[in-house]
């Protein structure tokens, strides 16, 4: 199983390209729309975004999920 690494809000920016939209998950979809609020509010980048209601309700509402 692959370890979790979390990150900040700065050491995540280096990951970020600024004119490419990209989605944050978790669980339940409060963290990431946290982070997505304080990424949008100090660094202005308006390309986050986030899965409302986490990977759990994808999950069970039979969405597909593929592992890496």
Do not use: H
Request: charged share 40%; glycine share 4%.
């Amino acid at each position: 199983a692959k370890e979790t690494k979390f990150l900040t809000v700065d050491e995540l920016e280096v990951y970020i390209e600024k004119n490419r939209s990209f989605v944050l998950i978790s669980k339940d979809g409060k963290k990431a729309e946290n982070l997505v609020s304080k990424l949008i509010e100090d660094k202005k980048l308006n390309n986050a975004m986030y899965l409302d209601g986490g990977i759990k309700e994808w999950i069970d509402s039979d969405k597909k999920v593929i592992n890496y």
